[in-house]
């Protein structure tokens, strides 16, 4: 578990988030580098693990040697407005980044921490590779209750036509069954998701196919990362006007 030694900076990083600007500020000292904002900084496994913003008043901090260690900490929400809590997210790992084609990979833990609630303190691990434009995933989070497993691939822009693909499997244990009429249960299931997306003519065209391996009342134990059970197909059409 990572230990709350940056949680006063943090904190203090919060005020800055009620502005309507992101903002990062970025110094160097010796083989570090230092980063300060209220935008996260940093996503873990080749975009697995990404700090989210929860709250109005939000920020974090990043440090960087030059090896390739990193540690941070990034708090998505102060708690100081109503329906929301202090959440600090903590992190550290390792990443090696080639300037070629070889191989990459990175290694790192992260621990969610809720100071005001309880039992609401989890940890993550994950770990990610990328080569020649593809990149993989790997990230296994422990809570109160359950553990998420996810999988992660990115293939880049597949030849002959351009098309980016990317894909999630996510499988999920939960340590008290959910009970279903019939005297039924539910201990674990899965969730993935497919994603297809090509630029056109300055439009940018994205087909998702999101499923689980629930279905009809199982959907009641469903609490994935999909928008819901149920299997779901949306296209999007997005162009920028400046």
């Not at 920020?59 to 960087?64: A, P, Q, R, V």
């Not at 249960?185 to 994205?206: T, V």
Request: glycine share 12%; hydrophobic share 35%.
């Amino acid at each position: 578990m990572i230990k709350r030694i940056l949680l006063p900076l943090s904190i203090f990083l919060l005020a800055a988030g009620c502005s309507t600007q992101t903002k990062v500020l970025e110094r160097e000292a010796g083989d570090f580098d230092l980063k300060l904002g209220t935008a996260p900084t940093r996503s873990m496994a080749h975009g697995l693990v990404e700090p989210t913003t929860a709250g109005a008043f939000h920020g974090g901090l990043d440090l960087t040697h030059a090896s390739g260690w990193y540690a941070g900490q990034w708090s998505p929400s102060a708690g100081i407005t109503n329906g929301t809590s202090l959440q600090v997210n903590s992190y550290a790992g390792f990443l090696q980044q080639p300037m070629d084609d070889s191989l990459g990979y990175e290694l790192g833990l992260i621990h969610y921490d809720f100071p005001e609630l309880e039992n609401r303190d989890r940890d993550g691990y994950y770990a990610g590779l990328n080569f020649a434009g593809s990149r993989l995933g790997m990230a296994l989070n422990a809570a109160p209750g359950r553990t998420d497993s996810t999988l992660f691939l990115d293939l880049g822009s597949v030849t002959p036509f351009g098309v980016g693909v990317k894909v999630k499997y996510g499988s999920y244990a939960l340590e008290n069954p959910h009970y279903l009429p019939g005297n039924r249960s539910i201990e674990m299931f899965n969730d993935w998701s497919l994603n297809i997306s090509r630029p056109w003519l300055g439009i940018q065209l994205d087909l998702s196919y999101t499923g689980s391996s629930l279905t009809g009342a199982e959907c009641e134990a469903y609490s994935g990362q999909n928008a819901q059970c149920d299997a779901l197909v949306m296209f999007r059409a997005e162009r920028q006007l400046y």
